[in-house]
């Protein structure tokens, strides 16, 4: 009797020949790049250094698409942006040591946002392995132990025979729900060494899904069907599922309104008549979901941000749909479903009849508008109006990359992205210099749009060695920089908590002359003429940067009391 799993393929002559006869010059760099293109992989990022010569040398004979960047953590937050744009797994090349250090920030923003990330790293030669004090270039007693607290699974590889299966096996954990970065490292002496192994045509390495369990998707169907005032709140994971669509017509069937997290921004439609927008740092949005007889809470771990600082105390039944097991009830007793927001969003679908309420759209235009009558008592036209200016400028179908200042804290509430897996920035772990070269990688993923990048002048500096990389590859990306003399967000918080500001302020150069020194083309701008400017960028291919001189404020929190 023969069963389905027992059957082999058998290899065709021509196979069998290439195998026996691989072509002559491959070492273990060879397996590695080898490995990608049979994973689907045609972009690789990264940074080359002395131990990764094998993967770079062998870069010359594949079909691969290297993008290099000028740190290590700028090539990190690039493969990020790639990774959530495409929803494939983004390979990232380092060396060993430094290099693999300086990428941590990257991958940790990587993690905390569920991104793709495919990180291979050089390690010292295979003897120095184990902890001893060889006194190599680089050495570090355990450099997997420095990335295990951030990616999700470290793969260390010892030999040339073992390149194909480790790499297929992180391929897997990256873009198994939850997403996010891995970690694999090799040897210098491993990728240098010549191999007399065939070249690797094909490997298997599909995803595992992760469906609800039909029980638990039960009884929340039945908790909705039975709510008089339901809610959603809609985060990341809704958008890396590609499950806005079915997000949309779960809640008109429900006639429950939305709110996205600063993560899930796009996964709902802004002028939906039951969209609350992004409004989570806000009192009055709060208190609405608070009094949720049930809320479904999908594809968020209601975190510090998406709770407003943990002052949200849900008063009725909470339904938790998170496929970061770790997330689950990690807040507030929930009814825990454990799987993809796509599958849980279609097994809801298959059980939830209508629910009729005329009121849901009603309730929802009196929370805007207890929003707008807080924000605008407190005469911040200017934010609102470059807000608007900026939306205006930016073509619909564009993405936008935000790093860490007042006009992104603006935006993560404010900024209507005009469609899911648009709008992306570093608000998962918070670290400075994400937005100009996450750009950069989105517009690897995809040129046929402009991609707009919004720094301050502190995050800005992070950065501007990339300047170099988008002039290089001509990547079609503006780059707006707030300059407002030092790190804004900063200068408040600490005169709010201190009377007086230190250490925030900065001596910075002429951003628009550093830029023309790259042979990137820059426009000084004003509020005023910023629309216009921008537009002018945004129009032109290829890289350019213009400079807003401007010192923001942010609204006020109402965590605080």
């Keep these: ?37 049979g994973l689907g992989a045609t972009t690789v990022f990264g940074l080359p250094g002395q131990h990764a010569l094998g ?14 960047l000028r740190v290590e953590n700028n090539a990190g937050f690039a493969a990020d942006a790639y990774g ?15 290099g693999a250090l300086t990428s941590l920030a990257a991958l940790q923003e990587a993690a905390a946002a569920s991104a793709p990330v495919l990180a291979i790293s050089s390690q010292i030669p295979t003897k120095g392995l184990g902890g001893g004090r060889h006194g190599y270039l680089h050495e570090l007693p355990d450099q997997a132990a420095s990335f295990r607290g951030v990616v999700k699974s470290v793969h260390t590889v010892r030999a040339q025979s073992q390149i194909p299966s480790a790499l297929a096996a992180a391929w897997t954990s990256a873009l198994t729900a939850p997403h996010g970065p891995v970690w694999v490292e090799i040897p210098q002496d491993v990728l240098l060494a010549e191999t007399t192994l065939p070249v690797v045509t094909a490997v298997d390495a599909a995803p595992e899904e992760l469906p609800p369990r039909p029980e638990l998707t039960a009884v929340a169907a039945d908790l909705l069907a039975r709510a008089a005032r339901p809610a959603i709140i809609a985060g990341g994971g809704v958008v890396r599922a590609d499950a806005s669509g079915k997000l949309r017509a779960l809640a008109e069937r429900l006639n429950a309104p939305v709110i996205t997290t600063f993560g899930g921004k796009g996964a709902f439609p802004w002028t939906h008549p ?24 999908v594809g968020s771990g209601l975190g510090e941000l998406s ?22 009830e990690s807040n507030h007793p929930a009814l825990g479903i454990h799987a993809d927001a796509r599958l849980a969003l279609q097994a809801l679908l298959e059980t939830v009849p209508e629910r009729p309420d005329d009121t849901a759209p009603v309730r929802v235009a009196e929370v805007l508008s207890k929003v707008k009558s807080r924000i605008d008592a407190q005469q911040l036209t200017l934010e609102q109006d470059l807000l608007a200016a900026i939306r205006r400028a930016l073509p619909r179908a564009s993405s936008s990359f935000w790093d860490m200042t ?22 998962g772990s918070g670290g400075l210099g994400y937005g100009f070269p996450a750009a950069l ?25 990339e300047l170099a990389t988008a002039r290089q590859y001509d990547l079609d990306v503006t780059w707006l920089i707030i300059d407002d003399g030092g790190y804004g967000i900063l200068r408040e918080y600490m005169t709010d908590a201190f009377g007086t500001p230190t250490a925030t302020e900065l001596t910075r150069p002429d951003y628009a002359a550093l830029a023309e020194s790259f042979g990137v083309p820059a426009t000084p701008t004003t509020p005023e003429t910023l629309e216009k400017d921008l537009r002018q960028a945004l129009t032109t291919p290829g890289p350019s940067v213009v400079v807003l001189p401007a010192v923001l404020r942010m609204f006020a929190a109402t965590h605080l009391g």
């Design 1 to 37: 009797m023969t069963h389905d799993h027992d059957l082999v393929l058998r290899p065709t002559e021509a196979q069998i020949s290439a195998a026996l006869n691989p072509p002559a010059g491959r070492n273990g760099g060879d397996l590695v790049v080898e490995t990608l293109a």
């Design 55 to 68: 993967m770079f040398d062998a870069l010359r004979r594949s079909d691969l698409r290297y993008v290099g």
């Design 84 to 98: 959530r744009i495409t929803g494939e797994a983004a390979p990232l090349l380092l060396s060993t040591g430094p």
């Design 274 to 297: 039951l969209s609350l927008q992004s409004w989570l740092e806000d009192r009055h949005s709060t208190d609405f979901l608070e009094d949720a007889d049930v809320l479904l809470v």
């Design 307 to 328: 709770s407003n600082y943990h002052t949200f105390a849900p008063r009725g039944r909470v339904i938790q749909i998170e496929a970061d097991l770790g997330k689950l």
């Design 406 to 427: 007042i006009l992104s804290y603006w935006a993560w509430s404010a900024f209507d992205p005009q469609g899911p897996n648009r709008m992306h920035s570093a608000q």
């Design 441 to 465: 990688g989105a517009a690897v993923a995809d040129p046929t749009h402009p991609v707009l990048a919004v720094s301050g002048d502190g995050g800005a500096l992070y950065s501007i060695a």
